[in-house]
């Protein structure tokens, strides 16, 4: 198994992130933190989800202890909500934050949270390859 990577995705557009860095032999884990989304983390992969309470001081500890090596956060509906999750992610000293957005004006905003990145583009590929670039994640074989 790879990189351990904790992965914040909700919507189904998404799964497909979350699905690439599984075929890249990825060991990922989906942050669940929020009510309106559990059930549908549950219906995706219920065996790699780590469930903890919408507190920043909750999520943070949570994501210490399981050690990851990088986070990869698909923008949620709300831009705050996605802010104070980038937020507890650096303060649980994950190496490298990536977020995934389709506002460009708000890079400024997840950067000043705490992303490493901000990564914005209509292509998913080639945002999935920037991402991988930065992981130094080698794809498998076509």
Known sequence: MGHKLLMV???DADRWFVDRA???GLD???LVCFEDVQHKMRAWHPER???VPAHKASVTEAVRTEGFEGALVC???DPIRTALVVQAIRDANVPRVVVISRHPARTQLYTRSGAH???CAD???HLWSAFAHGMNVRE???
């Open 9 to 11: 995705a909700c919507s």
């Open 22 to 24: 599984l075929a890249a």
């Open 28 to 30: 990922v884990r989906l």
């Open 49 to 51: 989800l780590l469930v």
């Open 75 to 77: 923008e949620l509906e």
């Open 117 to 119: 990145d901000v990564l």
């Open 123 to 125: 292509d998913r590929e």
């Open 140 to 142: 498998p074989a076509s």
